[in-house]
Antibody, heavy 120, light 109 residues
Framework: QVQLQESGPGLVKSSETLSLTCAVSGGSVRSGSYYWTWIRQPPGKGLEWIAYIYYKGITNYNPSLKSRVAISVDTSQNQFSLKLSSVTAADTAVYYC????????????WGQGTLVTVSS | SYVLTQPPSVSVAPGKTARITCEGDNIGSKSVHWYQQKPGQAPVLVIYYDTDRPSGIPERLSGSNSGNTATLTISRVEAGDAADFYCQVWVSSSSDHPVFGGGTKLTVL
């Protein structure tokens, strides 16, 4: 059974860089069948796709965040990571990592989520 | 950009049927996935490919998709069904990416 687990600081200062890692177990990030994805949810709001990394390092970013976001994968550690620069209070959210199926685009596996608060 | 529109809230009495809609331009041509999210928890996939249920999801939950509307139907609603529900599709534009609806809060009266 695939499991994903987010880790990283729960508090980030405004204008700094948010860094999160998603450890994957029960499956390999090398697999070409999945989109390794970051999704966030501001308090009381809906889900917002941030970025994904795909087969052989192909990446795609939400245009609204593209100038500030970077996603990468570490195959040796079987994990993938997110960096979001120049954060503001609007970036306060629960950040989820998830595995998207490249066939239908559904997300069957999610991490538990981690709350990141941006402080001034 | 592609937009999915859901009603903010749906209320239903126990034992009745709840229907949650997801509207999008020609959504019937896309595969729609539905997620249930309870407070403090990660979303859980409950319907994929419009109508399929992952293992462990009760048959009371079903999906349909045609034209400009996809629908999640929950029959014989129970108190434990109360949650937020999100629809999601995969959009192919300048680059492929997922899009989520705004979410619907299901209240069991």
């Amino acid at each position: 059974q695939v499991q994903l687990q987010e880790s990283g600081p729960g508090l980030v200062k405004s204008s700094e860089t948010l860094s999160l890692t998603c450890a994957v177990s029960g499956g390999s990030v090398r697999s070409g069948s999945y989109y390794w994805t970051w999704i966030r949810q501001p308090p009381g709001k809906g889900l917002e796709w941030i970025a994904y990394i795909y087969y052989k390092g192909i990446t795609n970013y939400n245009p609204s965040l593209k100038s500030r976001v970077a996603i990468s994968v570490d195959t040796s550690q079987n994990q993938f990571s997110l960096k979001l620069s120049s954060v503001t209070a609007a970036d306060t959210a629960v950040y989820y990592c998830a595995r998207g199926d490249s066939g239908g685009g559904d997300f069957q596996h999610w991490g538990q989520g981690t709350l990141v608060t941006v402080s001034s | 950009s592609y937009v999915l529109t859901q009603p903010p809230s749906v209320s239903v009495a126990p034992g009745k049927t709840a229907r949650i809609t997801c509207e999008g331009d020609n959504i019937g041509s896309k595969s729609v996935h539905w997620y249930q999210q309870k407070p403090g928890q990660a979303p859980v996939l409950v319907i994929y490919y419009d109508t399929d249920r992952p293992s462990g999801i009760p048959e009371r939950l079903s999906g349909s998709n045609s034209g400009n509307t996809a629908t999640l139907t929950i029959s014989r609603v129970e108190a434990g069904d109360a949650a937020d529900f999100y629809c999601q599709v995969w959009v192919s534009s300048s680059s492929d990416h997922p899009v989520f609806g705004g979410g619907t809060k299901l209240t069991v009266l």
